[in-house]
């Protein structure tokens, strides 16, 4: 079954929109971020932030990946025991 494409479409440009909200708020904060004035500290926090973010998420959709295919091999087994024949 195929899904109408402008409802979609619609809900893709209203969540942009929505998502997009504060960097079109012209003249509000004079150039500073959601944190205040960047500085060495800030910029420092946040780049080992992004250091630790990434290879977290690698190693938890690895950790998920593999229960995911243990899941699909005890499924298989079984299915090919479950098989009739010679």
């Not at 942009?16 to 420092?44: C, H, M, Q, R, S």
């Not at 630790?52 to 090919?80: C, H, M, T, Y």
Request: proline letters at 6%; aromatic letters at 6%; glycine letters at 10%.
């Amino acid at each position: 079954m195929r899904r109408p494409a402008l409802p979609t479409l619609l809900v893709a440009l209203g969540l942009l929109l929505a998502w997009a909200a504060p960097a079109l708020a012209v003249g509000t904060d004079d150039g500073e971020g959601f944190v205040g004035e960047a500085n060495d500290k800030i910029i420092t926090f946040m780049s080992l932030g992004l250091v630790l973010f990434f290879p977290l998420v690698i190693v938890l959709l690895n950790i998920l990946q593999g229960a995911l295919d243990k899941r699909k091999e005890r499924r298989k087994a079984a299915a090919s025991r479950r098989r009739p024949g010679w």
